[in-house]
């Protein structure tokens, strides 16, 4: 059964909790987090590229010059692909690259992702995550005591104004709720902060 240290909102451990086996304790799956990363950084692209074909360049269509003996290499009309300021081959055009994978293959790629953290005591569970005012340099100083170092992912069970403006200013840290995790956010971030309802949600949500 996986385990997490607990924490209080001074830093102090102050006990451990463990961890649904069925979310956290499988053999992570490669092959499924790599489809997920993937399909991930596809649905990001903007697909707004765009160049002009040698149809749509602004060039008259008249033939340069005479077809034979002017010892000069054959060229029928000066917006072609292989002159300087031609059109381009095989132009790119804005497209989506948007594509969806199925449910089963989303929710193995999380509960694959959460567990390669879990192996790695990568977890830290807050009983009580909150912040009593806005201030980065607490909630800094709050995360360098739960051994922070760079990266981490905050997870609340909601939206919690004072918690994500007080993280949003600090480099590597990164907030969400628990109902909208994704493998990506999971595995590009060190540590998970956890808040111990955020977890309960988790549990409920993903099992």
Request: proline share 3%; charged share 25%.
């Amino acid at each position: 059964m996986p385990k997490a240290n607990v924490f209080n909102m001074a830093g102090e451990k102050i006990g451990e909790i463990e961890l649904s086996e069925a979310i956290f304790g499988i053999e992570p799956n490669k092959s499924v987090l790599h489809d997920s990363i993937k399909n991930h950084l596809a649905n990001c692209r903007q697909g707004t590229q765009s160049a002009l074909t040698k149809g749509e360049v602004s060039y008259t269509t008249k033939k340069p010059w005479r077809q034979k003996g002017t010892g000069r290499a054959r060229a029928g009309y000066a917006g072609s692909p292989v002159w300087y300021h031609g059109g381009v081959a095989f132009a790119p055009k804005p497209r989506d690259y948007s594509y969806s994978l199925n449910k089963k293959v989303k929710r193995l790629a999380l509960k694959s992702a959460l567990s390669a953290k879990a192996a790695e005591n990568e977890i830290v569970v807050v009983d009580g995550l909150k912040m009593d005012e806005i201030k980065t340099k607490a909630f800094a100083e709050f995360l360098g005591k739960l051994g922070v170092e760079k990266k981490a992912l905050v997870i609340t069970e909601n939206v919690d104004e004072k918690v994500v403006k007080s993280a949003r200013n600090i480099a590597g840290v990164s907030t969400t709720i628990a109902t909208i995790l994704s493998p990506y956010m999971i595995l590009t971030n060190g540590k998970l902060v956890v808040d111990k309802a955020a977890l309960a949600k988790i549990e409920e949500v993903f099992a």
